[in-house]
């Protein structure tokens, strides 16, 4: 499974009808309205790299209201677990 996070600007007036479009694309598991320098923030999980131009350069990036993007593509997952372990301070 190849995972990317998808940073997106948006037209101001335009951010929940672009969610809703953007999460009804096939290979996105979710959209997040978020606060900063982006509007939202998708997940796209796709069984291949090469789906991943389909999902975002494809269709994600046409979608109305869409003035910009910026792709992550993740490496390694951590679970919680390993997030505790990697954030301890060993004061344990």
Sequence with gaps: MVTAFVMIQTAADSIPECAERISAIEGISEVYSVAGDW??????????HDDLAEVIANKLSKVEGIRGTQ?????RAYSSHDL????????E
Excluded: C, W
């Design 84 to 91: 505790d372990a990697a954030f301890s301070l060993g004061l």
């Design 71 to 75: 792709t992550h593509i993740a490496f």
């Design 39 to 48: 509007d939202l923030i998708a997940i796209a999980r796709v069984r291949h």
